[in-house]
């Protein structure tokens, strides 16, 4: 089994800055691509950023040059950095990763962090 535990998450005031961390574990072979999505109310969860395993990085229109994701392929985490937060980020982001498990490595399966609060007030 695989587990993605988030952690990071809070309030802050406009402006401010947050890390979150994720950090992938249980019977890995190897991890695709790694992502954050986040789901505001009454919205779709979006897709924020992705990396792959060779660290080529995409970004929402809305946070580019703001965010910043980055992993650690050796402890199978992933971190997303996020500067100069407006109340549209509001959200609760959701870590993903796409993961190749010890004893079917033919095929690839999708897993979901469980989420973490990003709130930012103005």
């Known amino acids: 089994q695989v587990q993605l535990v988030e952690s990071g998450g809070g309030s802050v005031q406009a402006g401010g800055s947050l890390t979150l961390s994720c950090a992938a574990s249980g019977s890995i072979y190897s991890i695709d691509v790694m992502a954050w999505y986040r789901q505001a109310p009454g919205k779709q969860r979006e897709l924020v950023a992705d990396i792959t395993g060779g660290g080529s990085t995409n970004y929402a229109d809305s946070v580019k040059g703001r965010f910043t994701i980055s992993r650690d392929n050796a402890k199978n985490t992933v971190d997303l950095n996020m500067n100069s937060l407006k109340p549209e980020d509001t959200a609760v982001y959701y870590c993903?990763?796409?993961?190749?498990?010890?004893?079917?490595?033919?095929?690839?399966?999708?897993?979901w962090g469980q989420g973490t609060q990003v709130t930012v007030s103005s």
């Open positions: 993903h990763a796409i993961i190749k498990v010890i004893k079917v490595i033919t095929l690839t399966y999708n897993y």
